[in-house]
């Protein structure tokens, strides 16, 4: 750290490098207020302040009484380079996908209906606002523990009617497994990553703390140049690796 950092940034670093070397396992306690005050030096609001940092990155989890612990900070790799999987591959949902390669049973709760596009979506799929779209709200469990939300919109003039208007009641699972069956060849995908804080819907749904940070990737399925599929994602900021694989032609 340099001179200029703050001193509880400073301290917040210390910690968290040791939570993510394993030196604070899961489960074990951070020192308290009183000792960190002691141990460098500063005052009980720079104490508190690191550890607040702390839990906006949802390492950390207060306990009534008891004092501040570690959480379970097992993180999720989100393997972008093979998220166009097909069928025969192995798991169509790219979900399903990164929780089987890290040990975890990854489930999701679902909720589709019709609506109309508002303007932000209809530019994302370049169709006129009010035109008829499938949306699905998502939320992802990993071992039965909420870690990201996903809404996704796709226009109808290309799915209704068919086997797959319904995202989550055909055969096929996943954007690109979906399209194949319609005869619609996805070739392309674009991921605009943010961060932000959680908002308070967000908080509640991914039982996070008060603050905290989240990761959103606005994504865009494309086929031959033709937007099919659009999804705002949200995940927590403190227990997903995003990793790329680029070509290079």
């Known amino acids: 750290m340099s001179k200029a950092t703050p001193a509880y940034l400073a301290i917040a670093a210390e910690l968290r490098a040791a939570i993510l070397a ?35 990155e949802g390492l950390v989890d207060g306990r009534a009484g008891s004092g501040v612990y570690v959480r379970d900070a097992r ?16 798991p169509t949902s790219p979900f399903a996908r990164d929780t089987a390669r890290a040990g975890q049973q990854g489930t999701w709760e679902h909720d589709s209906r019709r609506e109309e596009a508002d303007a932000r979506i209809a530019g994302r799929l370049a169709v006129d606002p009010g035109a008829p779209v499938m949306r699905t709200a998502y939320r992802f469990l990993a071992d039965g523990e909420p870690i990201q939300l996903s809404t996704s919109y796709e226009p109808l003039h290309l799915t209704g009617g068919t086997a797959v208007e319904w995202p989550e009641d055909g055969a096929a699972v996943g954007v690109v ?54 999804a705002d994602i949200v995940l927590p900021g403190g227990r997903y690796d995003l990793v790329y694989r680029i070509p290079v032609d």
């Open 177 to 230: 497994a979906r399209m194949d069956a319609i005869g619609v060849h996805v070739d392309e995908f674009v991921e605009r990553v943010s961060l932000r804080a959680a908002l308070d819907t967000e908080v509640a749904a991914l039982a996070l703390p008060a603050r905290a940070s989240v990761l959103t990737i606005e994504r865009t399925y494309y086929a031959a140049g033709l937007p099919v599929e659009t």
């Open 75 to 90: 993180r999720l790799v989100r393997h972008a380079h093979g998220r166009d999987m097909r069928a025969g591959a192995g």
């Open 22 to 56: 394993g030196d604070l396992a899961a489960g074990a306690k951070l020192p308290s207020e009183t000792q960190l005050m002691a141990q460098h030096g500063v005052s009980r609001t720079v104490a508190k302040w690191a550890i607040s940092v702390l839990k906006g």
